[in-house]
């Protein structure tokens, strides 16, 4: 069975750091392009950021560029979203996603092209 494992959400104060683990079982995430999507309340899902199953490289739209950085652990399966400076606005549900085939890296990753999900992970930015 196919299963992302999301773990690392929480509640943090404004300027602070959280980092988000995505465990892949079932299947070997270095095969897979990594997007990592956010949904804030009463708000669309919205990608925020992909790490590429070619050659590693990366995207982040505007809004988290700078503060944000992902990455992936082959050894154990496992990609990360480090999220730093955290602001009230990054205040969401967090997913990350994999899928399998070509997509485009050097845009913000899209739902429909992201065939596994993780379970989500809640992220509140709050004093």
């Known amino acids: 069975q196919l299963q992302l494992v999301e773990s690392g959400g929480g509640l943090v104060q404004p300027g602070g750091s959280l980092r988000l683990s995505c465990a892949a079982s079932?299947?070997?995430?270095?095969?897979?392009?990594i997007g990592w999507f956010r949904q804030a309340p009463g708000k669309e899902r919205e990608g925020v950021s992909c790490?590429?199953?070619?050659?590693?490289?990366?995207y982040y739209v505007d809004s988290v560029k700078g503060r944000f950085t992902a990455s992936r652990d082959n050894a154990k399966n496992t990609v990360y979203l480090q999220m730093n400076s955290l602001k009230p606005d990054d205040t969401a549900v967090y997913y990350c996603a994999a899928v399998g085939g070509t997509v485009v890296t050097g845009r913000p990753p899209l739902i429909y092209e992201y065939d596994y999900w993780g379970q989500g992970a809640q992220v509140t930015v709050s004093s």
């Open positions: 079932g299947f070997t995430l270095d095969y897979y392009t």
């Open positions: 790490i590429s199953r070619s050659d590693g490289s990366t």
